[in-house]
């Protein structure tokens, strides 16, 4: 928040490590618990704020496959942890993106078959598994923009 107060509050900050655009920000579960302290709901509300200011923007094919394994790990924790649960909607969609992937993969008709084209065979096997997994960090993050967001 710091570093978004010192600079420009028209455009995102920049991360001060990798110096990528900031365009989302995920309170911690331990500040979330704080919310009734009035530092910390100062806080939340802050990050509310730039949510709903720069979160829900265009971004660009590589900021998604930078972004994948962050939303991929804090998926999978939510979905292993009992105490959090994701909406109907979004399990739903999530089955639908990813058995027909998995099938896909396991099937022996493709599109380009492995063994006629060999590794380039592979590879489009590999395409289809990594668009299914951006379409679901894309449909997490609005999850998380929706939640962090103040909407």
């Known amino acids: 928040m710091r570093v978004w107060h010192h600079g420009s509050a028209l455009q995102p900050?920049?991360?001060p490590?990798?110096?990528?655009f900031i365009t989302l920000l995920i309170p911690t579960t331990t500040m979330q618990s704080q919310r009734h302290e009035l530092e910390a709901s100062q806080v939340l509300e802050n990050i509310e704020?730039?949510?709903r200011s720069f979160g829900g923007g265009s971004?660009?094919?590589?900021?998604?496959l930078r972004d994948l394994?962050?939303?991929?790990?804090?998926?999978?924790?939510?979905?292993?942890d009992p105490q959090r649960s994701l909406p109907l909607v979004f399990r739903a969609r999530m089955i639908l993106?990813?058995?027909?992937?998995?099938?896909?993969v396991l099937s022996p008709i493709d599109?380009?078959?492995e063994g006629v084209f060999g590794l380039v065979g592979f590879l489009d096997d590999l395409l289809i598994l990594l668009i299914a997994f951006l379409h679901l960090a894309a449909i997490y993050r609005s999850i998380l923009l929706y939640r962090h967001g103040g909407h």
Request: with cysteine.
């Open 97 to 104: 993106a990813i058995i027909p992937a998995i099938l896909y």
């Open 59 to 64: 971004h660009s094919l590589l900021q998604r």
């Open 17 to 20: 490590i990798c110096r990528r």
């Open 49 to 51: 704020k730039y949510n």
């Open 111 to 113: 599109i380009i078959p």
């Open 69 to 80: 394994p962050f939303f991929t790990r804090r998926l999978l924790r939510e979905l292993m």
């Open 13 to 15: 900050c920049k991360c």
